[in-house]
């Protein structure tokens, strides 16, 4: 009978502790929750640049980059303040719209976009936090 009861109750504590764990856990890059057209008015708006990650779900160095990079808390306050940034799946239809425009060839591939949709400059492939953010400075030293 016990074990009935321990078993569920582990399961809640476990599923409380990790939501409790993640609230306001806001260290990283704050990605934009929309289309690629509202980023870009939401880029217009506040007069910024966009971050944007082109990525695919299968891809082992775009998993490693959202682990590593885009968690690390100098890259969000960077990023967060400078840019509105986006991620993309490249196998969306917005995803591959993107990746015919910008001339994406790999995955994953970052780009800086000012808000009238012209590429400034893009680089590819697994970068670490430093070297990401000298990235963004590119544009917004």
């Known amino acids: 009978m016990k074990k009935k009861i321990f078993i569920p109750f ?8 990790s939501s409790y764990s993640n609230v306001g856990d806001k260290k990283g890059i704050q990605f934009f929750k ?10 217009k708006e506040e007069k910024k640049f966009i971050f944007l990650d082109i990525y695919a779900n299968w891809c082992p160095p ?14 969000g306050e960077y990023y967060n303040e400078n840019y509105v ?3 993309v799946d ?3 239809q917005e995803g591959r ?15 800086i976009i000012d ?3 012209n590429m400034r400059t893009k680089i590819v492939g697994f970068k670490r936090p430093q070297i990401l ?9």
């Open 10 to 17: 582990l399961v809640l504590m476990i599923f409380l502790f």
């Open 34 to 43: 929309g289309t690629w057209e509202q980023a870009l008015e939401k880029a």
């Open 62 to 75: 775009c998993k490693k980059l959202k682990r590593i990079s885009f968690k690390d808390k100098a890259v």
């Open 85 to 87: 940034s986006i991620t």
């Open 90 to 92: 490249g196998e969306t």
């Open 97 to 111: 719209a993107l990746i015919e425009k910008y001339g994406v060839r790999s995955y994953p591939t970052l780009l």
């Open 115 to 117: 808000y009238h949709g």
């Open 133 to 141: 953010i000298n990235f963004g400075k590119r544009i917004i030293p």
